[in-house]
Each structure stands twice: as C-alpha cells, then as structure tokens.
C-alpha cells in the first residue's frame, strides 16, 4: 500500500489494514481480549488472554469457555456474555478474582464487555477485553498495613526535613502521591510576602494581626481548608455498573487508603458499593472520584493547602486522616522553613552582589576580565569575592578571595574583608603590609572560625612588574604568550587570615601577552574531584590548543574564561561558587582593558 492510496481513499485503506493491525494485537500486543458469538464461542481470542486462561490460542476456538476453563469462571463468563446480548449494552467487571486450585495463585483481573453490532444494529458478537490487575491489589494490600503508614510517614519526614526550597516539599508532596496510587498532587501556597489572617481555631496568643487573601481562582476546597484550618475529605460513591447478585447485601467497612471498596474475594466481580460517610464531590473535574485537602499551618498563620486527587471512589479511614495529616504536618514545617532559608539566601545573594564589582578600571597596558557564577539553585550562596582597582604611584591591586562558610555570615564577612583591604591598600600597598594589617583586624575582630583565604597582588602597567601575596588560597595560574602554564603561588604553605604568620610576598615579571587567573576552589574541587585532580586539570586546559586558540584571538580575555570554565565545570554537579579574574599584559601599544 503506497501513501497516496491512503491519501486518495482512506476508507479502503484502513480496511486493507485492518487484517494486519488485528493480526498483530491477537499476536505480539499485551492487550488481553477476545470475541465470542451467540453460541458462547471463541470467535478470536488474543495471545495475551490465552496466556491469562494459560490454554493455547488455538485450543479456545470454536469452544466455550465451559469446555475448558475452571467451571466458576466459565460459568461467571458465559453468565457475562448471555447477558451482554440480552440487553445488548455493555458491561464492566472491576475485580474479578481468579483461584481454581489447579492454579495454584490467586489473580485478580478488571474487564470489559462490549456489544459488536452489525451495520443494522443488531448485535452480532461481544468483545471482553482483560486486565490483569494483580500486582495493584497486593499494593492496595500493603496499604491496608499499619507497618506500612508508618514508614512510609518515616521517609516522607527524612525527605522533607532536608528540604531547604520550596520545589523539594513539592517533589515529597508528588512522591507520597505516586505511592497511595493519587492521580494527581498539588501544593498551594498563599503568598508569604501578603499579609496573613488567624484560623478560628488558633489561641488568640499566637493569632496573626494581619489579614492574608487567598487566590481567587482557588477551588472552593482549597479555600474551604485555608479558611477553617480543617482537612477537607470529598469521597464519593462508585458508580452503579455491575450485576446485582455480584453486590454484597450489607455495607462493608471503610477500605484503608489506596484501596477500592471492594467484597470478599470471590471468583466474580463486585458491583456498586455504598460505603458509609462518602459524599459525592461537586468540586471535583470529570474523572475524579476523591479527594482530599489539607491545610498547612506555620507559626499561626496559614501557609496554604495540600491537595491529592483520585479517579476512583475511596473512603478515608480514622488511621487513612491521621496519616495524611501528619504528613501536612511535616509539609507545613519543611514549607516554613525553605521559605526562612529562601529568605536568607536572596538577602545573602543580593548583598554579595552589591559588593561585587560589576564593572572592572580600564587601564592602559592591562585588560581584565571575570566570571562569578553563584552556587547551583538549593545550595547557600558562598563568601567569593574579586576586586581590581587603582592605586597610588599607577599601579592596580587585585584580589581574588574566600571567606570560608555560607549564607548570610559568608556574605557579610566578604564585605567587611572588602572594605577592610581596600583601606589598607590604599594606606600602603605593599602586598605583606596589607595581610600583615588584614591579620591584627582578624585577630581583634573575628571569631576563629571565620577563617579567610585569598591572594592579593599589585601590577605596574608601564613594566608588568607583579607582586603577589597569598594568605591560605590556591595558586594563580600564569600562562605566557607562547602558550607555556604554571601555577604560581609566594613560594610556601601559606596560612588563611586570622592564623597570623610571618607574610611574604613573590615578585615577578609578566610580559606582553602572558595572562594571571585568580581563581576560588568552587571552579576546580567538587564532589567528584579533589583540589589536586582539580588544579592538575586547570593546567592542563591551560595548555591545551583551545587555549593557545583563545588566547591568540581578538576577543580579549572573553573567549580565554568561557574556554577554561567549559572545560572544567562542564557536566559536573557544582555546589559553590565559582569566581575567576583574568589579568592580561597589552603589552607597549596600550590596548584598553575590558569594562
């Protein structure tokens, strides 16, 4: 068959498939099923539901399913499909369950009976389509389990007590969804900056002074939650849709979360099925059939709502609420606590960023370049820092530093370690006057873990004449302009600010061409890969022919960075941050430097 045939005259092309497709779900597909005539007959049956009744294909047709199968079975299908033509509508079985002796296991199995009519209308055979639903009801066994609630409500507080953002709550909020089979999860926040209103059930101590609005386009059962500060459980009754005798003739008990309600196990399908407390649930979009919603309380004041949502009916036990509201429970505390940690991190992010220079001196004979990348999304933001700027006698000072730590602390004790070398600097510039000064403010200032790294050097433009101190921090990396790498550090272990030692300083001369880059142990250690391995591989991009490439372009020190921070950040999980400044020598011609 050639695609314009089924371009010209699709009818006859879907009947010339038709064989085909049909052949192919009786034989590969997983799909259970099979057709019977008003004899009770197998007119074709699939591979799969062969496998299912564990008798060949073959052996089934021209058969009755009494000829064969276990007599319960044969009797409850042959009942199925006298009755599907009878009335000629089709018919569903939501939990038959299989258990001939000779079998050995129980299975459960869903199906569906459908009349196949003639172009008259008259229905000329039925078709049962088969699912095997076993492994859901030993799920739903499990769920039945106390063991089970309470570790499960175990992991789901380990997830979220090392939540630290908001979208990790959520992740634990979809992850207990997937395992009480919900269709759907949801987690609803009020907006912490708006102002907040009490619950009526909050002591008037801890009752909040402002008034919170709650989204308008919210379902009425969330803002039923947010209001009252109650669970709010919508648990509808299943649809009547099965044979009469299947029904049991009192009301079961209330099934455990995650399970349908459903009769003792016989080899027959259940049919519709009461269970007391069940309401029907006018919020609910079509195909749901439960839901539950939970309020979140934090400190007194809403925070918002959980929600999960089911296609089928359920009821939720006492043990069912008390596990779901102690897992909003935890919600709740996780959700206020990654917005305190939020908090601070956007304090700390914007605080480090006023300290940073955005803009770097443009100095004749030298060009200078960066790149700050702030830790990954979900880590606390670090104590990295760069400076550059101009000194008495036309030099440049720049710094490359660390204070140790995270957070809010980190970013503030960068801004004072900041403003603290800039005075100095520019009091005396000399690389050991200005750690030595660094040292007596650590020494009267800081406490012993606010510990400090960093390098400090002075460049004279006119005869790139470097002089380079280091209290604690990782090597520069110098690559000249013949290609040739080596990391330079003042020439012994040095020790971070605030463990005073006897400070000295290397002098050098760097020519036109050759390149400094300053860096932070966010760009070459990570969980993967220690300093080492880390400093081995920055000299190894260095010398590299992408790196002679670079540094011979005209893009200046642009191309040099991005080229040295693909190489060694590329596909790695990086959790700090990463700060490099570049230093070029323009050599006579007194190129500008790069703002």
């Known amino acids: 068959m050639t695609d314009d045939m089924v371009r010209d005259d699709p009818s006859t092309a879907a009947e010339a498939l038709s064989g085909a497709v049909l052949d192919a779900l009786c034989g590969e597909s997983s799909v259970a099923f099979a057709l019977y005539d008003r004899d009770l007959r197998?007119?074709?049956?699939?591979?799969?539901?062969?496998?299912?009744?564990?008798?060949?294909?073959?052996?089934?047709?021209?058969?009755?399913?009494?000829?064969?199968?276990?007599?319960?079975?044969?009797?409850?299908?042959?009942?199925?499909?006298?009755?599907?033509?009878?009335?000629?509508?089709?018919?569903?079985e939501t939990d038959v369950v299989l258990a001939p002796p000779e079998w050995h296991e129980t299975r459960h199995l869903e199906s569906r009976w459908v009349p196949v009519r003639d172009p008259d209308g008259s229905v000329r055979a039925v078709l049962a389509v088969v699912s095997d639903v076993t492994e859901n009801r030993h799920r739903e066994e499990l769920l039945r389990s106390s063991q089970w609630r309470t570790a499960r409500l175990q992991l789901m507080t380990a997830r979220l007590a090392g939540a630290l953002t908001v979208a990790e709550v959520e992740a634990a909020v979809a992850e207990l969804a997937r395992s009480i089979?919900?269709?759907?999860?949801?987690?609803?926040?009020?907006?912490?900056?708006?102002?907040?209103?009490?619950?009526?059930?909050?002591?008037?101590?801890?009752?909040?002074?402002?008034?919170?609005?709650?989204?308008?386009?919210?379902?009425?059962?969330?803002?039923r939650a947010v209001r009252e500060g109650t669970p709010v459980y919508a648990c509808p009754a299943p649809e009547s849709a099965?044979?009469?005798?299947?029904?049991?003739?009192?009301?079961?008990?209330?099934?455990?979360?995650?399970?349908?309600?459903?009769?003792?196990?016989?080899?027959?399908?259940?049919?519709?099925?009461t269970v007391p407390g069940m309401r029907p649930h006018p919020d609910a979009p079509p195909g749901e059939r439960a839901s539950v919603t939970l309020p979140l309380l934090g400190s007194g004041a809403p925070l918002g709502a959980v929600r999960f949502t089911f296609r089928d009916a359920r009821a939720f036990g006492p043990d069912d609420r008390v596990f779901l509201e102690a897992f909003a429970g935890q919600c709740a505390l996780a959700v206020e606590r990654s917005r305190l940690y939020e908090r601070e991190h956007r304090t700390a992010v914007e605080l480090q960023r006023s300290l940073l220079p955005d803009r770097l001196p443009v100095v004749d004979g030298v060009e200078f370049d960066y790149r700050y990348l702030p830790g990954a999304p979900g880590f606390e933001v670090g104590g990295d820092w760069y400076d550059v700027f101009r000194i008495p006698g036309g030099r440049v000072a720049i710094v490359v530093g660390d204070v140790i730590g995270k957070g809010l602390t980190a970013a503030a004790g960068m801004g004072r370690v900041r403003a603290a070398l800039r005075a100095l600097a520019f009091t005396n510039p000399d690389p050991v006057a200005v750690l030595t000064g660094l040292d007596r403010l650590f020494t009267a200032t800081e406490d012993d873990e606010?510990?400090?790294?960093?390098?400090?050097?002075?460049?004279?433009?006119?005869?790139?004449?470097?002089?380079?101190?280091?209290?604690?921090?990782?090597?520069?990396?110098?690559?000249?302009?013949?290609?040739?790498?080596?990391?330079?550090?003042?020439?012994?272990?040095?020790?971070?600010?605030?463990?005073?030692?006897?400070?000295?300083?290397?002098?050098?001369?760097?020519?036109?061409?050759?390149?400094?880059?300053?860096?932070?142990d966010g760009l070459i250690e990570n969980r993967a890969r220690g300093i080492g391995q880390g400093l081995d591989l920055i000299l190894e991009v260095a010398r590299s022919d992408a790196t002679r490439s670079a540094m011979g372009g005209a893009g200046g020190l642009e191309p040099l960075l991005s080229s040295i921070l693909e190489r060694l950040l590329d596909g790695q999980d990086r959790d700090d941050d990463v700060t490099i400044l570049g230093v070029r020598i323009a050599g006579s011609q007194g190129s500008r430097g790069l703002m």
């Open 42 to 92: 197998y007119l074709l049956v699939s591979e799969a539901l062969a496998r299912v009744n564990r008798v060949p294909a073959a052996d089934h047709l021209g058969r009755r399913p009494s000829e064969f199968l276990p007599e319960d079975l044969a009797s409850k299908i042959e009942k199925t499909i006298a009755m599907v033509f009878d009335h000629e509508q089709g018919h569903a």
């Open 181 to 223: 089979d919900a269709v759907d999860s949801g987690l609803f926040l009020v907006d912490d900056a708006a102002p907040v209103f009490p619950w009526p059930n909050v002591p008037p101590a801890r009752a909040p002074r402002r008034a919170r609005v709650i989204p308008a386009e919210w379902p009425d059962a969330l803002m």
């Open 242 to 273: 099965a044979l009469e005798s299947a029904a049991p003739e009192t009301p079961a008990a209330a099934p455990p979360l995650g399970t349908r309600p459903a009769p003792a196990p016989t080899s027959v399908g259940h049919g519709s099925l």
């Open 450 to 520: 606010s510990l400090t790294t960093l390098i400090y050097g002075v460049i004279d433009p006119e005869t790139g004449t470097l002089e380079l101190a280091d209290a604690g921090h990782l090597p520069v990396l110098i690559i000249t302009a013949d290609g040739k790498a080596r990391l330079v550090d003042e020439g012994k272990a040095s020790t971070p600010l605030g463990v005073a030692e006897l400070r000295t300083k290397n002098r050098m001369r760097l020519g036109p061409g050759d390149v400094l880059v300053g860096f932070s």
